[in-house]
Each structure stands twice: as C-alpha cells, then as structure tokens.
C-alpha cells in the first residue's frame, strides 16, 4: 500500500505557474505508475497526465498539452507536476495517483488507479 500527498497549491494569476508534488510513502514507489487529475466544482474528476514507472513515457490532456509537465524522481518518491501559462479554467482540486503493477483498467480512467492523495486546491484568478 501507499500513502500519497500533494502540496503546492495556491493562488495565482492568469499566465502565471505553479509545480505540484505528489510525496509517496513506501518503499516500492518505482513500481508504481503516476497520474494526476483534477476536479472542478461541479464537474467530473478528469485526466491530467500520467507517467511510467521509469518517467521515460508520459501522457497528457489534450487541454494541457505544451503547458504542463509531469516528472517523477524515483530516489524521493515524488511525482511532479509543473504547470504553465495558467488559465481561470484551470482551477480545480489536483490529485496525485498510483497504479499498481496489477491494475486493470485504462491508464486515463480514475478506475486505473489504486491509491489517491487528499487533493491539493489550485485557484487561477486575477
């Protein structure tokens, strides 16, 4: 099992950015594939961008796409999610997950994750 934690949040301007971290607790975090998604008020949690095991393949949103980018390092058990050029449809609740070796599932789909961090709220407002 893993426990996950985000932070970095906040509030920022149109334009402006912001890196989220994810922490992991445990021992086996390489072996877990990453994701983040989001959640609006009012609207469905969506997909954000993901990362394998290795951080060597990553995908995006194509809402996100050429502004946002995920990393992780292995050796902090950290998934990062470094976000750009910031718009007011961005604000949401972010979270970090993990999927495990054997999960099913698509790896876009809130079903293809095991474990999920408590959220971290990003505002983008003038």
């Known amino acids: 099992q893993v426990q996950l934690v985000e932070s970095g949040g906040g509030l920022v301007q149109p334009g402006g950015s912001l890196r989220l971290s994810c922490a992991a607790s445990?021992?086996?975090?390489?072996?877990?594939?990453m994701g983040w998604f989001r959640q609006a008020p009012g609207k469905e949690r969506e997909f954000v961008a993901t990362?394998?095991?290795?951080?060597?393949?990553?995908y995006y949103a194509d809402f996100v796409k050429g502004r946002f980018t995920i990393s992780r390092d292995n050796a902090k058990n950290t998934v990062y999610l470094q976000m750009n050029v910031l718009k007011p449809e961005d604000t949401a609740v972010y979270y970090c997950?993990?999927?495990?070796?054997?999960?099913?599932?698509?790896?876009?789909?809130?079903?293809?994750?095991?474990?999920w961090g408590q959220g971290a709220q990003v505002t983008v407002s003038s």
């Open positions: 997950a993990a999927r495990s070796l054997t999960r099913s599932g698509s790896i876009y789909a809130i079903e293809g994750y095991d474990y």
């Open positions: 445990g021992r086996t975090f390489s072996t877990y594939r």
């Open positions: 990362t394998s095991r290795s951080g060597a393949s990553t």
